[in-house]
């Protein structure tokens, strides 16, 4: 029974410890983000965690680009992001290639594929 309890215990802890991280890896998204000529704003929000807003640029500027909660897959991150050209979703992985830039790819249900980077303002 012991040892039940011990092994119960690690996945337990296992499983906190890497929740944490991804909930640290996906706040690594909140700030101010340029792609072309779009400034993204990321901010912390209930409904899906990360919230990304156009703040600037030549179309779409108010959408939020999140429409489904992130999900960790293992250092990525996966989940419907809408394009701020086009405001079509894409299902898209997003990757953090290092501190200030996300490289997202990703590809709507009619497999209209796209991919860019982000690079941090602020």
């Not at 011990?6 to 101010?32: D, H, P, R, W, Y």
């Not at 299902?91 to 953090?96: D, E, P, Q, V, Y």
Request: hydrophobic share 40%; aromatic share 8%.
């Amino acid at each position: 029974m012991k040892k039940i309890t011990i092994i119960c215990f690690a996945l337990v802890t296992v499983g906190f410890v890497n929740s944490a991280s991804a909930a640290e890896g996906i706040m690594a998204m909140v700030g101010k983000w340029q792609w072309d000529k779009f400034t993204v704003v990321v901010t912390k929000c209930k409904k899906t965690e990360v919230c990304a807003k156009v703040t600037a640029g030549p179309k779409n500027v108010g959408m939020e680009m999140i429409r489904s909660k992130l999900v960790a897959k293992g250092k990525n991150f996966v989940g419907k992001v809408a394009h701020p050209q086009t405001g079509d979703t894409y299902n898209t992985k997003l990757s953090l290639t290092n501190k200030n830039t996300w490289q997202l790819n990703g590809c709507t249900d009619a497999n209209v594929c796209a991919s860019g980077e982000f690079k941090r303002i602020k």
